[in-house]
């Protein structure tokens, strides 16, 4: 079972990226989706969600309004969309898959599989 985030990249701080996550190894279409950010120094934090249910997503407060995440027509890709972009998004973002969950859920402890992460670096 693997994992590949790619899309990241240098951007000034406004402008958008796509983040994707290709998932390999097995069908991942009755798996939750997230994606994870990891700041310099800091913590690794949830950023959204998307259920294979009802395909149904719950962002952070600190990237609502500015990114939608959204699955690929095989279930086996997510996508992350992040629009005006800013600094403090800058970060390393992972991609995560839940075998798990029910309902959409933003703890890491509850997400089965990672990828290997994709930096977004925004500047000022």
């Known amino acids: 079972v693997q994992l590949q985030a790619s899309g990241g990249g240098l951007v000034q701080a406004g402008g958008s990226l796509r983040l994707s996550c290709a998932a390999s190894?097995?069908?991942?279409?009755?798996?939750?989706m997230g994606w994870f950010r990891q700041a310099p120094g800091k913590e690794r934090e949830f950023v959204a969600t998307?259920?294979?249910?009802?395909?149904?997503?719950v962002y952070a407060d600190s990237v609502k309004g500015r990114s939608t995440v959204s699955r690929g027509n095989a279930k086996n890709t997510v996508y992350l969309q992040m629009n005006s972009l800013k600094p403090e998004d800058t970060a390393v973002y992972f991609c995560?898959?839940?075998?798990?969950?029910?309902?959409?859920?933003?703890?890491?402890?509850?997400?089965?599989?990672w990828g290997q992460g994709t930096l977004v670096t925004v500047s000022s």
């Open positions: 995560a898959a839940s075998e798990r969950l029910l309902a959409p859920a933003r703890g890491d402890e509850y997400y089965d599989y």
């Open positions: 190894g097995r069908t991942f279409s009755n798996y939750h």
């Open positions: 998307i259920s294979w249910i009802d395909d149904s997503a």
